[in-house]
């Protein structure tokens, strides 16, 4: 099977390369991984970051596992790369799906039919990733006012997905439609994935964007100067309830005060109908340390309590739309989530 290359993995058979995405924008430095406790490691210290690449990167972690037992690779064999993988970040759900799409593969083979069974479903979940962006990408310019400026939140590119990306994708084609005149990234503390990431990625491709620190959104929107939000999702339950990067909801509060759409783009993978409502999400606490210092730098007392909870739930009841690679659920609630799923499995 071929080399399979995206902006932040890289797939060669026998190894996995992650883009170190901690290192970003002073440093592009891949990381080779050659096994699944490796890449659980490198999920769980954000080497790589954005669900649908977590789950793209927890996929090849199991296949590295079976290229490692080898004759011996088996459901049973392989049970403790599954639990490791599934143990290095608990709130995504694209890990979650993409390790149950990488059972379903194990459960009747063994040795080398198993081996390119599950090579050849991670290289499926990786190259599929890109397109359902496109698609998805499709369906969410017209839901971006025209001439519009865009505020977004966290990184959801190229680098969080298998490529283009799901909120940023949007933006990316909206911008190449002519559809809108900017972007404001709030900077996404304390890993600053919009200052590193997101600013860093819309230069490449000359596309007008704005740092601006998190807490300058509401002013931004008092001022006029943003026409919408859009973000991107790490877990959708069947109400359509939200999580997402921490201060997701404020801003989803905000955009209702000031009466601008607040958009989430998220592939389906990331929809998870077994939980009823946001309250029953996992939400990940991350070490103090990542808010006491900033890349090495101490900016706070060392012994100051933190609380560092890495992702926020946003109700359905403040979500004007979200879209996926199928369409567009407008103010979700339960029944449009079902409805949303049932055309897709029918």
């Known amino acids: 099977m071929p080399d399979i290359t995206s902006p932040a993995i890289r797939w060669h058979g026998n190894a996995l390369s992650l883009l170190d995405q901690r290192l970003l924008p002073g440093q592009t430095h891949w990381i080779t991984l050659h096994t699944a406790a490796e890449v659980a490691e490198a999920i769980r210290d954000m080497v790589v970051r954005g669900a649908p690449a977590i789950g793209i990167a927890a996929a090849y972690g199991v296949v590295l596992e079976a290229r490692r037992l080898d004759a011996a690779a088996s459901a049973a064999t392989l049970a403790d790369a599954f639990a490791v993988l599934a143990a290095s970040r608990p709130t995504a759900v694209n890990l979650f799906w993409a390790l149950r799409r990488m059972q379903e593969n194990a459960a009747t083979l063994q040795g080398q039919p198993l081996i390119a069974a599950l090579e050849q479903c991670a290289c499926d979940i990786h190259t599929a990733d890109q397109a359902m962006n496109r698609r998805l990408a499709d369906f969410g310019v017209p839901l971006l006012p025209e001439g519009g400026c865009i505020y977004t939140h966290c990184n959801t590119g190229a680098l969080a997905t298998g490529g283009h990306g799901t909120a940023l994708g949007v933006i990316r084609s909206a911008w190449a439609a002519g559809r809108i005149s900017g972007v404001y990234a709030g900077e996404t503390r304390p890993w600053m ?32 100067r943003v026409q919408a939000v859009i973000v991107g999702a790490d877990r959708i339950t069947a109400n359509g309830d939200t999580a997402n990067k921490i201060g997701t909801y404020s801003l989803a509060v905000l955009a209702r005060h000031h009466g601008l759409p607040f958009i989430v783009a998220a592939p389906l993978s990331t929809i998870d109908p077994q939980l009823a409502s946001g309250a029953a999400i996992e939400i990940e606490e991350r070490p103090g340390n990542e808010v006491r210092g900033l890349q090495g730098n101490i900016i706070a007392p060392a012994d100051v309590h933190v609380a560092n909870p890495a992702f926020d739930v946003t109700p359905a009841a403040l979500i004007t739309a979200i879209v996926t690679e199928r369409g567009v659920i407008h103010r979700p609630d339960a029944d449009k989530m079902a409805a949303h799923l049932n055309e897709v499995s029918a």
């Open 193 to 224: 994935q919009g200052s590193r990431l997101t600013s860093w990625e819309l230069m490449q491709e000359q596309i007008p964007v704005t740092l601006v620190v998190d807490s300058a959104a509401g002013h931004l929107m008092q001022q006029g």
